[in-house]
C-alpha cells in the first residue's frame, strides 16, 4: 500500500494551492482517507477526511470555509484545496488511509500514510 501526497510548494498568503493523494496497493480497501498537517514542535493535526468513494467529507472546524476535500475520480486522487492561505498554514501535509468507518480524527485510527509535501506560506 502507497499513499503519495503531492502539490504542496511556496506561495503567498492569500494565495491556493491543492493537494493530491494517491492511493494504491492491489489489495487495499480504505474507507476513508484523511489529511493532517505538523509543523515544527507539533503533533499531527486532523484537517479533513473524506470517504474513498468521494462519500461524506468533513473538514475540521479551523479550516471550514477556507479547506475542502474532495475526490478526483478522473486521477483516482484525494485532493484538499487550500485557499486564503495563511503563514500559519505553513506545515507538511500528509495523507493517510483508514479501514475504520465513521470520521477518525486521531492520527492514531490511521495505518497507512504517505511521506508527506510540505506547504510553505509567506507574509
Known amino acids: 500500500v502507497q499513499l503519495q501526497a503531492s502539490g504542496g510548494g511556496l506561495v503567498q498568503a492569500g494565495g491556493s494551492l491543492r493537494l493530491s493523494c494517491a492511493v494504491s496497493?492491489?489489495?487495499?480497501?480504505?474507507?476513508?482517507i484523511g489529511w493532517f498537517r505538523r509543523t515544527l514542535g507539533k503533533e499531527r493535526e486532523f484537517v479533513a477526511s473524506?470517504?474513498?468513494?468521494?462519500?461524506?467529507?468533513y473538514t475540521a472546524v479551523s479550516w471550514t470555509g477556507r479547506f475542502t476535500i474532495s475526490r478526483d475520480n478522473a486521477k483516482n486522487t484525494i485532493d484538499l484545496q487550500m485557499n486564503s492561505l495563511r503563514p500559519e498554514d505553513t506545515a507538511t501535509y500528509y495523507c493517510?488511509?483508514?479501514?475504520?468507518?465513521?470520521?477518525?480524527?486521531?492520527?492514531?485510527?490511521?495505518?497507512?500514510w504517505g511521506q508527506g509535501t510540505q506547504v510553505t506560506v509567506s507574509s
Open positions: 493517510a488511509a483508514t479501514r475504520l468507518i465513521g470520521r477518525p480524527q486521531n492520527s492514531n485510527d490511521y495505518f497507512y
Open positions: 496497493g492491489a489489495t487495499f480497501r480504505a474507507e476513508r
Open positions: 473524506i470517504g474513498w468513494s468521494g462519500d461524506s467529507p
